[in-house]
């Protein structure tokens, strides 16, 4: 295998007694499509905030490409190449959907970019084609709270990729999506990844897509790893059956 991208070792977080990371380890390699799945409260957001800065571990470190960056901040972190999709979901919700992403292109330009116009013709260009890689580029022009949920949720992943991620972090990219839906987002998004290498770490909770999409699954249960492997081992595994996939 490649050397990974991320390195997670040793990681441990409690709240109030309760273990949401307890010496939790692991590698994300280079194009993976790495599939978090496990039981409510298992700590698998615990583990997202840990690797984009939001929660600092008591213990523990996260490397990426070979550096420390367990105390950066949010934004810190998400410049080295770390983005999140879902930040913003629901802030401009009034606003065209073209118009977010050329918000979202001026946040990653700095702060000198609020004294300059928001429309550039190369800002559009490049919102138009983050659209274009998501398969939106006919919804440019409408209002983001009138798209359906599947196409909100692509938005945001335009809006994470604004950033030029070398690793995309995704929790329950298919939650509130309707099952017509689901598949669709997932190739838009597979696609995307593809087109611009990006690796990716995603929590999710419909098994139909993690069998289908991942290249490799890590199974949580109370805040460490009980099972790993590609899908078609984690889910033949007896354990993960009974007690994630809710199947004996
Ligand atoms: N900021 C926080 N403050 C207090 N407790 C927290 C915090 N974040 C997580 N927890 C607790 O840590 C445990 C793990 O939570 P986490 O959100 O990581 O689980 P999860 O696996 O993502 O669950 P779900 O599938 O429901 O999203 C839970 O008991 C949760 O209540
Ligand atoms: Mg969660």
């Not at 810190?76 to 073209?98: M, N």
């Not at 087109?195 to 249960?221: C, G, K």
Request: aromatic share 4%; glycine share 8%; charged share 25%.
């Amino acid at each position: 295998m490649t050397r990974p991208i991320l390195e997670a070792k040793g990681l441990h977080v409690s709240f109030n007694g309760v273990r949401a990371a307890d010496d939790v380890s692991i590698a994300v390699h280079d194009g993976e499509f790495l599939a978090i799945i496990g039981p409510n409260g298992s700590g698998k957001t615990t583990l997202l905030n840990i690797c984009t800065g939001y929660i600092r571990p008591s213990s523990g470190s996260v490397v990426l490409d070979g550096h420390d960056i367990t105390r950066l901040s949010p934004r810190a972190i998400a410049r080295r190449g770390v983005a999140r999709a879902f930040q913003i979901p629901q802030l401009f919700s009034a606003q065209r959907v073209i118009d977010n992403m050329m918000l979202a292109l001026a946040a990653t330009d700095g702060l000198w970019s609020v004294v300059q116009p928001l429309e550039t013709a190369s800002r559009r260009d490049e919102a138009r084609a983050l659209l274009e890689l998501v398969g939106l580029a006919d919804d440019a022009g409408r209002i983001s709270s009138k798209l359906p949920e599947g196409h909100r949720k692509l938005m945001d992943i335009a809006v994470a990729l604004a950033l030029k991620p070398r690793l995309l972090l995704l929790d329950e990219p298919t939650s509130g999506v309707s099952a017509l839906e689901r598949f669709p987002l997932m190739e838009a998004l597979m696609s995307a990844l593809r087109q611009r290498r990006i690796t990716a770490l995603f929590v999710e909770h419909d098994m139909d897509v993690v069998a289908r999409y991942a290249s490799r699954v890590l199974v949580w249960s109370a805040g460490n790893i009980m099972a790993e492997g590609r899908p078609d081992e984690v889910f033949s595994n007896a354990q993960v059956r009974q007690r994630v996939v809710g199947v004996a």
